[in-house]
């Protein structure tokens, strides 16, 4: 995977978090509040940004690709989406860690975005799936405004077709994007249009589909306890078997090697000193 990560974001306006390295990828101890907060003023600013929403799978995809995992690490910002994330960072010391869920932080940034007459936008989910996204949002947020929504098509674009989804987003006055087309492909796309699209953009994985109904979500109880992956993969068989089966183990053992290894996490250097070498080859699913 070629990478580039040499946009130089501006001068960070908003306080540092607390930051710790699982398997060397970062994670930063935000939440619901803080991300919006940091969303919607980078907005208002007109700031070319990134989010990624990082769970089990993404600290796993960056464990088999470190130009991945760069990608990752060169975003403005990573929430624990996932559960065990957030236990990870509470046994690496940050005590107060807290999950911030795609789908619910897509719903309070758009809350956000309509107190404060803040347009967005959407890339991502199916033509029929999107449409039902966007007249739920409408139905739930009605001063809102939705500037674009762009359903792309699975396969990999050309670059014609790149170039005019991007000029038709960076000319809807839009000023926040959630972007929907699942890891680790939306985090590649969301690296290479940093510096292209002035506006933060959210990799909110299948939020879309879950707010349209088309996927339906875990219990809010299964969540709790870590068991979401299980849900989805009743769900959805036959397209997350492999995903749950090569990963979940996998990551459990290596940050359990992490632990015992006295790595705190505290730098990436650390971090990628506990890797522990695999000779199987890697599925991307």
Not at 8 to 37: F, H, I, K, M
Not at 140 to 146: A, S, Y
Not at 149 to 177: C, K, M, N, W
Not at 210 to 228: C, D, S
Request: proline share 6%; hydrophobic share 40%; glycine share 8%.
């Amino acid at each position: 995977m070629q990478v580039q990560v040499d946009y130089q974001s501006p001068a960070p306006l908003n306080p540092p978090l607390e930051q710790r390295y699982v398997l060397g990828q970062r994670l930063d101890a935000t939440s619901y509040a803080d991300a919006t907060e940091r969303v919607l003023s980078w907005a208002k600013r007109v700031e070319s940004r990134y989010v990624c929403l990082s769970n089990v799978h993404m600290v796993m995809e960056g464990w088999d690709d470190p130009d991945f995992r760069e990608i990752i690490n060169a975003s403005d910002l990573i929430t624990a989406d996932g559960v065990p994330l957030v236990w990870a960072l509470r046994l690496l010391g940050v005590k107060s860690a807290k999950r911030v869920y795609g789908p619910d932080l897509t719903w309070q940034v758009c809350e956000a975005a309509e107190r404060a007459g803040v347009s967005i936008a959407f890339y991502g989910g199916t033509p029929e799936s999107l449409k039902v996204f966007v007249e739920v949002v409408t139905e739930r947020l009605p001063n809102l405004v939705i500037s674009c929504a762009i359903a792309p098509p699975f396969r990999p674009l050309t670059v014609e077709e790149d170039a005019t989804y991007t000029e038709q987003l960076a000319e809807s006055g839009a000023r926040i994007l959630f972007v929907g087309i699942g890891c680790p492909k939306q985090e590649v796309w969301m690296s290479k249009h940093r510096g292209r699209l002035n506006m933060p953009m959210l990799g909110v994985g299948a939020a879309f589909d879950f707010h349209a109904g088309r996927v339906k979500q875990a219990p809010a109880w299964l969540q709790g306890i870590g068991l979401e992956w299980l849900f989805r993969l009743l769900m959805e068989p036959k397209r997350l078997w492999r995903r749950y089966t090569w990963h979940n183990p996998r990551f459990m053992l290596f940050f359990i090697g992490q632990l015992l290894g006295g790595h705190k996490g505290i730098s990436v250097s650390q971090a990628d000193s506990a890797r522990i070498s695999t000779s199987e080859p890697v599925d991307k699913l």
